[in-house]
T-cell receptor, first 113, second 116 residues
Framework: KQEVTQIPAALSVPEGENLVLNCSFTDSAIYNLQWFRQDPGKGLTSLLLIQSSQREQTSGRLNASLDKSSGRSTLYIAASQPGDSATYLCAVRRNFGNEKLTFGTGTRLTIIP | GAGVSQSPSNKVTEKGKDVELRCDPISGHTALYWYRQSLGQGLEFLIYFQGNSAPDKSGLPSDRFSAERTGGSVSTLTIQRTQQEDSAVYLC??????????????FGPGTRLTVL
């Protein structure tokens, strides 16, 4: 059974700092990995999707990397802003034909102005 | 539509009552998913639709839970004889099937269900 872990559970950093969020998964046979953010009381906003054949994806100040063999992904946020405060979730999809996502427990990020 | 929509946004019901939750996927998205987010369990998969059929219902927690999709669009999740442990946020997502299968899932705002 796939298990997805995100450490730390909560993180506070001063505005302007670069930071890294971690995601690890126990079964490396994944099809893709998706990073989401969730604001309090809201749904999930998709940030980045990395296919299993890719090493990284970038969108603006966000960069996600994937090391499938070691079961790890990181989300790098450059020059953090107060608006980045949210809970960040990673989710893995097992393989082609198995469409469900298995989610991590999330990292609650607070950017201190 | 512009995004996935869900209704109602909040639902408070009494234990033992039936509830229906609705999801409108992004226009043209053929896959639709239901997930549940609760404090103790995190975010869990419930069921997935491809068109109007459900190839994977493995996440439905009991036979009190059912879902249907009609016209390849709107989906309804029904919970019968609600229990307090059903209290959670129910999230719907949809995706488009490309040449390499379904990819990015886009989520709605969720329905917060409270069972008293």
């Amino acid at each position: 059974k796939q298990e997805v872990t995100q450490i730390p559970a909560a993180l506070s950093v001063p505005e302007g700092e670069n930071l890294v969020l971690n995601c690890s998964f126990t079964d490396s046979a994944i099809y893709n990995l998706q990073w989401f953010r969730q604001d309090p009381g809201k749904g999930l906003t998709s940030l980045l999707l990395i296919q299993s054949s890719q090493r990284e994806q970038t969108s603006g100040r966000l960069n996600a990397s994937l090391d499938k063999s070691s079961g790890r992904s990181t989300l790098y946020i450059a020059a953090s802003q107060p608006g980045d405060s949210a809970t960040y979730l990673c989710a893995v999809r097992r393989n082609f034909g198995n469409e469900k996502l298995t989610f991590g427990t999330g990292t609650r990020l607070t950017i201190i102005p | 539509g512009a995004g996935v929509s869900q209704s109602p946004s909040n639902k408070v019901t009494e234990k033992g009552k039936d509830v229906e939750l609705r999801c409108d996927p992004i226009s043209g998205h053929t896959a639709l998913y239901w997930y549940r987010q609760s404090l103790g369990q995190g975010l869990e998969f419930l069921i997935y639709f491809q068109g109007n059929s459900a190839p994977d219902k493995s996440g439905l927690p009991s036979d009190r839970f059912s879902a249907e999709r009609t016209g390849g669009s709107v989906s309804t999740l029904t919970i019968q004889r609600t229990q307090q442990e059903d209290s959670a946020v129910y999230l719907c997502a949809s995706s488009f099937r490309g040449t390499s299968g379904y990819n990015e899932q886009f989520f709605g705002p969720g329905t917060r269900l409270t069972v008293l």
